[in-house]
Each structure stands twice: as structure tokens, then as C-alpha cells.
């Protein structure tokens, strides 16, 4: 008779000796090699590679990475995704994850978390460094060998784009700890990690998410609108985690930027105080399995393609963001941006299909700076700045331009007909012409900014407002001289010109209506 408490298996000629973990993608075992030494085996679920595609995702994965190389990773020492039972095994971590260990003691002392943050973020940079994503970076996938962290389970991360997982609404990640682009199925980019890598630092920090807790869909609406709570977070790591959790990718900081937060002056004090760190407790005295030679890989009958080596860490020309501006600074900006919509406003009130033109033609060369600006932005991201990216980007804006063209209508028609149904329903309610065309200018106006496909309208603007008006005397001159503008044009409108019409379009339709119907109705 099978006992109910038998050994599971061999696999791979690996000796299994019992379950320490399980996921989404596999349930982890203990086990040991033919020469004793004790690893960590990932047996695969059939849903992550079921048929021949699946295998060879996995087998490129895996020869990706193997490329990662670092004290602070647990790295991948074997895999066999062409076996009855596909698996992967890594470097045995000894410890407790950062997770147990905060709920079970609390959040780390300050000089802890700076400790945990800057050795995590280097592992961040080692993975990225392969070319490699993790896309799941969570305290249960940090390991405390000791004082330092070390990152676990980053295998299969482009298994995550498999449509046969997405397609079906799986959720690849840990709500709480997932990036705001995943909610809307962007693709994950080294951004994605440093939200992941911010949120966990918090975590640490604060004993809590920075999302909170709750019902899943309350903490990813959270999440979605960017409402991170970081109220336990120590001072000078309190600006740089705010803007690694921003909701935009493009506005977090990269990995080099935030290693630069973390060595500068105010923020590393936090690890030179001695006195701090005599207050921090203990924590237990793990150790790290000592790395090993990784064994020769058996990947696939035939051949695959390497990746090519370990790189620098690429350095976009973006600076690092400095913090949420002071009130002063976002007033004015705020004050610009209303200058601007009560331009529209008044201009509409002045020539509305002119300034319907206009307004067009402004989001659809707005959108074309934003993605050309993403574009070059990711290139640089991902193998670092070259002489060509400046003509590069000249050359693409005119494709950039058309990509973004049936954006523009969709956000320039839904800002059109709400200014329309505005306008009309004034007229109706008594308003004249003049008044009625102005409100449904600025609520026009007001839709292009946060309407469908805004996006790429805001920032753009947004971040020329925020240039133009970052001086307090320059900027407040700026705001005055744009409302002056729109005073003016307030003052030299002379009645509506519906050029290139010949008058308003009810009248156009009364004239047709008695052209076809001359005797009446």
C-alpha cells in the first residue's frame, strides 16, 4: 500500500525532498543534485507550458536568464522545459521573506530600509541588465539572508506574455504591488520593476502596502489612481518612492536615477548613523547557500539563439525627478492652463470652426511629440543614448504624427460634441450666441485635456506649461502675458465669424429646410 506521506518523485535526476513553496506558475520544492547540494526546483503547471510553443518560450527565457549574474539574485542553474515534467531550477536562498519577516516584527529602522533598498535595487539592475524583466516584485519574493535581500522567483517573466494567459483575464501579478500600466495590459518595461521595487520598499518602511488593504478591487483602483499611501516611509526616501510609484511610467525615475537618489548625501546618511543603526533590532543570523557552478543546461534539441551579454545600465536623457513641485510652481502652471482654456474659450466665441481647426491640428501635433518622445525615450532606456536618437526622432515624427492621427479624431470629436451639446442646450435655455459659444468653447476645451486619448495631450503640455512658468518671475510674466492675450482677444471680437460657413449652422439647415419645402412644413 502507497503511503499518503510519500516521497514525491525524482525529477530530472534531482531528489525532491519536500514542498517549500507554490505560485501561479509551479509549486517549488527542495531538493538535491547529484552531488547533495540542496537547490530549489520549480515544477511547472501545465497551463504555463502545455505544447510545443510554450517549451520553446521557456527555453529562450531561460537562456536569457542564465545571463544574470549576482550575489543579490537567485539564478537560474538548470531548466528542462523538453521533459514530461518541465522545470526550472535556482540557487537555494536560506532565510525569511521580507514579507513574514515585517508582519511577524514590523516595519525595518530606517537605516534597514536604506540597507534593503539600495542591495534590492542593485539586483533590480543586475536582471535588467540581462535584458531580463521580473514583473513581479513583491516582499514574498524577497528573501532576508541576514541583512541582505535577495530576489527570488524572477524566472519566467516572459511567459507572461503568452496570449493563452492574458487573453483568458488571468492577473500576472500581486494586487498591491502591481504597476498601474498592467491594470490597462500595457507591456511591462523596467519601469514596471522600479514601482514594483518602490512599493516593496515601502512595505519594509511602513509594515503596510502603499495601496493598502482591502477587497482586490478597491487596492487596484487605488492603485490605478495612483493613491499611495507612504506616511511611514522615513524622510529623505519619502520623494524619491513617491515618484518611482508614479502613475505614468515615463514619470518614474530609471534604476541609475535611483541608485544616484539613494547615494546622495541626504538620503545615504540615513545608513552612516551609527546610532540608528545600534537601534535597529537584529535580524536572524541566515546564511546564503554559497553559489555553485551551474551544471551544463539542457534547453533544446536544436540550437536556439543567445542573447547577447550583460550591459551597462542605460541612462535616459530625462533627469530624475526631483520631488512634487513646490505650491508656488504648480499654481502657476495651474494658472497657465486655465489662461490657455479660457483662450479657447473666447476663440470660440470669436470663430468656432476656426478654433475647431486649430484646436485639432494642436492635439494631433501633440500627440505626435508625445510618441515620438516615448519612442526615443524607450530606446534609450533599453541600450542606452547614441548621436542618432536626436535625427532619429526628426525622421520618425511624421509617421509618429500619422500614428496619432485617429487618436486625435477620437479625442477632438468627443471634445466637439460636448462643446455642441452645450452650446445648444444654452441656446435653448435662452443664452445668446456669444454666451452660449463661450461656455461650450471652455467645456470643449476642458474635454480635450481629460477626454478619451488625453493622455498624450497632457503631457506634452503639460510639461512645457510646467518649463515655461518653474521661474517665479518668469513664470508669473508668462501667466500674465497669456491673460492679457485672451483679454485682448476678448476685447477686439466684433460679433462670431463662422468662416470658411456663411453663418452658424442652424442656419444653414433652416435655409436648406425652406430650399426644400418652400410652401412650409
Not at 511547472?44 to 550575489?71: F, I, M, N, T
Not at 540597507?115 to 543586475?126: F, G, Q, S, T, Y
Not at 550591459?311 to 530624475?320: D, H, L
Not at 481647426?357 to 494631433?364: E, P
Request: net charge positive; proline share 10%; aromatic share 6%.
Amino acid at each position: 500500500m502507497t503511503s499518503l506521506h510519500a516521497r514525491p518523485p525524482d525529477i530530472g535526476g534531482y531528489r525532491l525532498l519536500r514542498r517549500i513553496g507554490e505560485g501561479g506558475m509551479g509549486v517549488v520544492h527542495l531538493a538535491e543534485d547529484r552531488d547533495g547540494r540542496q537547490v530549489a526546483l520549480k515544477v511547472l503547471r501545465p497551463h504555463v507550458v502545455g505544447d510545443e510553443e510554450g517549451r520553446q518560450r521557456l527555453a529562450r527565457e531561460v537562456a536569457s536568464l542564465r545571463k544574470v549574474q549576482s550575489p543579490h539574485v537567485a539564478e537560474v542553474l538548470d531548466a528542462d522545459p523538453w521533459g514530461e515534467t518541465p522545470y526550472v531550477v535556482t540557487r537555494l536562498v536560506r532565510g525569511r521573506s521580507l514579507h513574514d519577516l515585517v508582519r511577524e516584527h514590523g516595519p525595518f529602522h530606517p537605516t534597514g530600509v536604506h540597507h534593503v533598498a539600495r542591495l534590492l535595487l542593485i539586483a533590480v539592475r543586475d536582471v535588467h541588465s540581462a535584458d531580463v524583466l521580473h514583473r513581479d516584485l513583491k516582499p514574498t519574493n524577497v528573501v532576508m539572508a541576514g541583512r541582505d535581500p535577495v530576489l527570488i522567483d524572477f524566472g519566467l517573466a516572459r511567459l507572461a506574455d503568452d496570449p493563452r494567459l492574458t487573453m483568458t483575464g488571468w492577473l500576472l501579478g500581486t494586487p498591491g504591488y502591481l504597476a498601474p500600466e498592467t491594470l490597462f495590459g500595457d507591456p511591462a518595461t523596467p519601469a514596471t520593476d522600479v514601482h514594483g521595487w518602490a512599493a516593496t520598499v515601502a512595505y519594509a518602511a511602513q509594515g503596510e502596502p502603499p495601496y493598502g488593504r482591502g477587497h482586490t478591487m478597491a487596492v487596484l483602483e487605488r492603485t490605478r489612481r495612483g493613491e499611495a499611501s507612504l506616511g511611514g516611509v522615513p524622510a529623505p526616501l519619502l520623494a524619491l518612492l513617491r515618484a518611482c510609484l508614479a502613475v505614468e511610467p515615463l514619470d518614474r525615475p530609471t534604476v541609475a536615477e535611483a541608485m544616484a537618489a539613494l547615494d546622495a548625501p541626504a538620503t545615504a546618511a540615513l545608513r552612516t548613523s551609527r546610532a540608528a543603526a545600534a537601534a535597529e533590532p537584529a535580524t536572524r543570523p541566515y546564511t546564503v547557500v554559497a553559489p555553485v557552478p551551474p551544471p551544463p543546461l539542457r534547453l533544446a534539441p536544436t540550437p536556439l539563439a543567445v542573447p547577447p551579454g550583460p550591459r551597462a545600465a542605460p541612462t535616459p536623457s530625462y533627469p530624475a525627478p526631483a520631488g512634487r513641485p513646490d505650491g508656488g510652481a504648480r499654481l502657476r502652471r495651474t494658472a497657465a492652463l486655465l489662461a490657455l482654456l479660457a483662450g479657447v474659450a473666447v476663440a470660440t466665441r470669436a470663430a468656432p470652426y476656426l478654433t475647431l481647426f486649430t484646436v485639432a491640428l494642436g492635439v494631433l501635433v501633440l500627440r505626435g511629440v508625445s510618441r515620438t518622445q516615448e519612442a526615443s525615450w524607450r530606446r534609450r532606456y533599453t541600450r542606452g543614448p547614441r548621436w542618432s536618437d536626436g535625427p532619429r526622432s526628426v525622421v520618425g515624427y511624421p509617421w509618429h504624427l500619422l500614428a496619432g492621427a485617429a487618436g486625435t479624431v477620437v479625442n477632438v470629436t468627443f471634445a466637439a460634441g460636448l462643446a455642441a451639446t452645450t452650446t445648444v442646450g444654452m441656446l435653448v435655455l435662452g443664452s445668446t450666441g456669444p454666451e452660449a459659444l463661450t461656455v461650450g468653447g471652455a467645456v470643449g476645451g476642458w474635454s480635450t485635456w481629460w477626454g478619451p486619448g488625453s493622455r498624450r495631450v497632457r503631457q506634452p503640455l503639460g510639461w512645457a506649461t510646467g518649463v515655461l512658468t518653474r521661474g517665479t518671475v518668469v513664470g508669473w510674466c508668462a501667466v500674465g502675458m497669456l491673460a492679457l492675450a485672451v483679454a485682448a482677444l476678448w476685447l477686439v471680437t466684433d460679433g462670431v465669424s463662422w468662416a470658411p460657413a456663411s453663418g452658424p449652422p442652424w442656419q444653414e439647415l433652416r435655409d436648406a429646410l425652406r430650399a426644400a419645402f418652400p410652401s412650409g412644413l
